[in-house]
């Protein structure tokens, strides 16, 4: 079982923490569907510091997602420390995050994110620091290495270990990769049978075979979901169950894809205000629609929505079309 220093899941299946929808809305419509853990958006040290509105508002746990990890990110040890020291004493978070992975350039040009993969030292010095600066267990998320001649995730993973971290959670890709090509999983692997801190496998995890796969050919203790759970919650669940009880159960069907849309959107509503909710609900309802026949149109027509009612009519209105055409079908 996945154990993150005093921190026990109930299984070793985790939701990635994924920047612009790990919201508090999301991260617990996924709990319910029965991840072991989840893990928030990744917030800005500077703008916890400076108690930047929009900052202290992503740092909203419900009690109903724990076990949670927040993500921290920044390139200077005094703001990251303070920054780590203020969502140990003021969240109900249970383990703290240090980004090391995020590979967007407006993140690296602050030596923060993928940055960090360059110097195992300053992986140590960092760590080091913020474990010394917390009670709660601190954990890092990082990628397998800035680019192909700079891979260092074994030092990295053993920096992180040395300096007191609890876990690793490795995608198996490098910064330049970006989310492009293939995830190498033997890195994995190897950083697994490096450190004796538990270690979460990411990359390329999009049905639950793969999450068994992982599991079975790195031996990493926890399999790491993103963008395979967008608008796809049931992707947690039949991974649950395949890894308990070998059993892959079914996929939703359209109706069960809808309402848990519209409760999505409810829950980011009582989060933000509607018209926020609603515009930030866009992208996430195209990605419940995925593979619906008749989506396109829909997906084009979302992008009008700018109330709770228009968005839950238009999605309605689909699920009563499909229901039509395959009552048709069985007739015909």
């Known amino acids: 079982m996945l154990k993150i220093g005093n921190i026990e899941m109930k299984n070793p299946v985790v939701l990635a923490p994924m920047a612009g929808v790990c ?25 916890i510091i400076f108690k930047n ?21 920044g390139g200077e040890k005094k703001t990251l420390v303070e920054a780590a020291q203020f969502v140990d004493q003021n969240t109900n978070a249970d383990i703290i995050d240090i980004n090391m992975g995020c590979p967007v350039p407006k993140i690296t040009k602050c030596d923060a994110g993928a940055k960090w993969l360059l110097d195992p030292n300053k992986i140590y010095e960092m760590v080091a620091a913020v474990v010394d600066a917390v009670d709660k267990p601190v954990t890092v998320k990082m ?14 993973a053993r920096a992180v270990e040395r300096a007191g971290g609890q876990a690793v959670s490795l995608h198996g890709r490098t910064r330049v990769q970006m989310y492009e090509g293939k995830a190498n999983w033997d890195i994995i692997r190897q950083v697994k049978q490096a450190v004796n801190i538990p270690v979460i496998g990411n990359g390329d995890v999009k ?11 790195t031996g ?42 519209i409760l999505h959107l409810d829950r980011l509503i009582s989060l933000k205000n509607e018209r926020i909710a609603v515009r930030e609900m866009r992208k996430h309802a195209a990605w419940y629609l995925k593979g619906i026949r008749g989506n396109a149109k829909a997906r084009n027509m979302i992008n009008e929505c700018e109330t709770r009612e228009q968005l839950v009519d238009l999605l309605n209105n689909l699920v009563e079309e499909v229901e039509k055409r395959e009552t048709e079908s069985q007739v015909g």
């Open 143 to 156: 990628r397998m290495g800035w680019d192909e001649d700079h891979i260092y995730a074994i030092e990295n």
């Open 207 to 217: 049905t639950p075979q793969d999450a068994l796969r992982m599991l079975e050919e």
């Open 220 to 261: 990493s203790d926890g399999v790491m979901i993103g963008r395979a759970a967008l608008g796809n919650p049931w992707m947690i669940y039949r991974t649950v169950k395949f890894l308990e009880t070998g059993e892959l159960m079914g996929e939703p069907s359209v109706r069960e894809k809808i309402d848990v849309c």
């Open 53 to 73: 509105e929009k900052t202290m508002n992503m740092l909203y746990i419900d009690e109903r997602e724990k076990p949670l990890s927040l993500q921290i990110f």
């Open 23 to 47: 919201n508090s809305a999301f991260r617990l419509t996924v709990k319910e569907f029965g991840a072991g853990l989840v893990c928030a958006e990744m917030v800005s040290d500077k703008g």
